[in-house]
């Protein structure tokens, strides 16, 4: 009896293209369906996420699910796959779930995280996980600037041009930057409904003009305004962000859309 399963998984994006399978090079979506078929010895098994994450992007609580061909112990499951994949992927936890669960389509809400470093130099343990910010950076001045995204806005202005997407709508709920206690790194956090293609990557890279003085504290709340691309500060790099975890409904929740959706 086949059972749908969904995983929470950590990766190190570093050695990846990125989430999604591509032509060019490996990637968390295709070790995960190796490990499956290796399983279930050469059955293809298509593994779903809850969204795509760049090359070199990491995740702490990415989602995805999964149609396995029988009924399996989660516990036997979750040592199987993590004894097959990658040291640079972790599966965290798995569990079964109804039939029409999808990663994607019933996501809530996403956090992520963004790290900077403000030393001078960079340890080399961080290079691939941090972004190297060595400038007198005014952090007040970025924590002022972030709330002006609270809220339900048009994000065009973030978001990268080589999009598909047409609407550019989207919910924040929190944005923050916390400085460390020596002040030598930054951590910003983000958590909404969704998010745009490289929308992240360009929010930081505009804070960090304006916590350089390079841009006015008010220059966030202008963009939202523009609705351009052009007119937003560079794309931070990829290294310093974090899928930190993706939220649900319950499953009796799910359950009871699905049926008012006649999908039972």
């Known amino acids: 009896m086949q059972q749908r399963y969904k995983a929470t998984i950590a990766y190190d994006g570093t050695p990846y293209v990125g989430f999604q399978v591509q032509p060019n090079g490996p990637s968390i979506q295709a070790a995960l369906e190796k490990a499956l078929k290796l ?18 992007v990491h995740a702490l609580g990415q989602v995805v699910h999964f149609d396995y061909p029988s009924e399996i112990e989660t516990e036997g499951l979750l040592r199987a796959l993590n004894s097959i994949l990658d040291d640079a992927i972790c599966v965290k936890a798995v569990e079964p779930v109804e039939k029409h669960f999808h990663a994607r389509y019933h996501a809530l809400r996403k956090a992520y995280l963004y790290k900077v470093s403000l030393a001078p130099f960079i340890s080399p ?16 001045r970025i924590q002022e600037a972030l709330p002006a995204l609270i809220g339900s ?67 966030l709340s202008d963009l939202l305004s523009i609705q351009d691309r052009n007119a937003a500060g560079p794309t931070a790099k990829a290294h310093g962000l974090y899928l930190h975890h993706v939220d649900y409904p319950s499953q009796e929740e799910r359950i009871a859309k699905s049926e008012a959706n006649g999908f039972y």
């Open 39 to 56: 399983m279930t010895k050469g059955q293809e098994i298509p593994v779903y996420g809850s969204g795509r994450t760049d090359s070199g």
């Open 125 to 140: 343990f961080d290079r691939h996980y941090v972004l190297h910010h060595p400038y007198r950076t005014d952090v007040s």
């Open 153 to 219: 806005h048009n994000f065009k202005s973030f978001c990268s041009t080589k999009t598909d997407k047409t609407v550019f709508d989207r919910e924040i709920y929190r944005a923050e930057c916390q400085p460390s206690e020596d002040g030598q790194a930054l951590t910003f956090y983000f958590e909404g409904n969704g998010f745009l293609y490289n929308m992240v990557r360009i929010i930081v890279g505009t804070c960090l003009q304006i916590g350089d003085g390079l841009r006015p504290v008010e220059n």
